[in-house]
């Protein structure tokens, strides 16, 4: 198994490289050219800048058994089907029993944007919401090593 990180979206790497180095699992932080990480412990792989891009390199690569956090519902829906874990930034386990709602919530939610109505945003993390995250993924690596 390794542990694949939607970089562009997903906080708190360096906690998350703690609990790979922990479980002894390869970490790989996706990004695109925009971004930039140096200096870090953990592979970083470079993507092209555009739509999409990061989530097709990272279904190029991954394997049956891998782990992806992400909070892209799409990317989540593919790497499924490809048998990986998924797991949200949020510390929900995304699977095939609540997949099929997440992507509806997700298609209501920009239905309603394009109409014109404001949907409020995630607020802002905090320490708990890291903590509860860091906690679930300690346990799905448990799980799964």
């Not at 409020?120 to 903590?131: H, I, L, R, Y």
């Amino acid at each position: 198994m390794r542990l694949f990180v939607d970089g562009d979206a997903t906080p708190y790497k360096d906690d998350i490289y703690r609990l790979a180095k922990k479980y002894q699992i390869e970490m790989y932080v996706y990004i695109d050219y925009a971004h930039l990480l140096k200096d870090v412990p953990y592979h970083v792989v470079e993507c092209e800048i555009g739509r999409d891009s990061v989530d097709m390199c990272i279904l190029s690569d991954l394997r049956q058994g891998d782990l992806l956090i992400t909070q892209d519902y799409g990317l989540a829906a593919l790497a499924l089907g490809k048998k990986a874990y998924v797991l949200h930034v949020s510390g929900l386990e995304i699977t095939s029993q609540n997949i099929d709602e997440l992507l509806l919530r997700r298609y209501i939610g920009a239905h309603q944007r394009r109409s014109g109505k404001h949907i409020k945003g995630p607020s802002k993390q905090t320490k708990e919401d890291k903590d509860y995250f860091l906690k679930q993924l300690e346990n799905l690596l448990k799980k799964l090593n």
